[in-house]
């Protein structure tokens, strides 16, 4: 039972370097020989006495997305008015930004598609490189967006809660 149990907070522990975990290991020793030990609770006291959110290591892109929308709607709680529409058409203007941030894309994938053109009459290799440019541009998006919303959220949190509305 033991090595089950170590094995499976090896993998718990993943996120952190092989030296610490055998650290780690050999600290809860004792609580992995008990066959009811909670993997979950001792690695989450681990990564705890190191700062770090366990319930957000294991999330993933869709999760990290919907946190982050949930994030933007809590943000907007509390506001007055006026701080909201600051903060509305701040988020157009970042949405603005990242449309705009396609024009390269658009640029590269043409001088591609044209190259290809004119080296095969192939069309599966121009919709593929098509189609790559399309998931590169929409990952692109998808992570800036996350990045500048997570900012946005940082730095409108500590704005004072009035409801003058």
């Given at each position: 039972?033991?090595?089950?149990?170590?094995?499976?907070?090896?993998?718990?522990?993943?996120?952190l370097l092989?030296?610490?975990?055998?650290?780690?290991?050999?600290?809860?020793?004792?609580?992995?020989?008990?066959?009811?030990?909670?993997?979950?609770?001792?690695?989450?006291?681990?990564?705890?006495?190191?700062g770090i959110?366990?319930?957000?290591?294991?999330?993933?892109?869709?999760?990290?997305?919907?946190?982050?929308?949930?994030?933007?709607?809590?943000?907007?709680?509390?506001k007055d008015?006026?701080?909201?529409?600051?903060?509305?058409?701040?988020?157009?203007?970042?949405?603005?930004?990242?449309?705009?941030?396609?024009?390269?894309?658009?640029?590269?994938?043409?001088?591609?598609?044209?190259?290809?053109?004119?080296?095969?009459?192939?069309?599966?290799?121009?919709?593929?490189?098509?189609?790559?440019?399309?998931?590169?541009?929409?990952?692109?998006?998808?992570?800036?967006?996350?990045?500048?919303?997570?900012?946005?959220?940082?730095?409108?949190?500590?704005?004072?809660?009035?409801?003058?509305?």
């Amino acid at each position: 039972m033991k090595e089950e149990n170590i094995k499976k907070l090896n993998k718990e522990l993943q996120f952190l370097l092989e030296e610490e975990r055998k650290k780690e290991i050999a600290r809860y020793d004792v609580a992995l020989n008990d066959e009811k030990a909670n993997i979950k609770n001792i690695a989450n006291a681990i990564y705890q006495s190191r700062g770090i959110d366990y319930k957000k290591l294991n999330k993933g892109i869709f999760n990290n997305i919907m946190d982050t929308i949930n994030d933007l709607r809590n943000v907007f709680v509390g506001k007055d008015s006026k701080t909201k529409k600051k903060m509305i058409w701040e988020i157009v203007y970042t949405i603005l930004i990242l449309i705009l941030l396609k024009l390269p894309f658009d640029l590269v994938r043409d001088i591609g598609y044209n190259y290809i053109e004119i080296l095969t009459t192939n069309h599966l290799f121009e919709k593929i490189w098509e189609l790559a440019f399309l998931l590169m541009y929409t990952i692109t998006f998808i992570c800036a967006f996350i990045v500048l919303i997570r900012n946005f959220n940082q730095k409108y949190k500590n704005i004072s809660t009035n409801k003058n509305e």
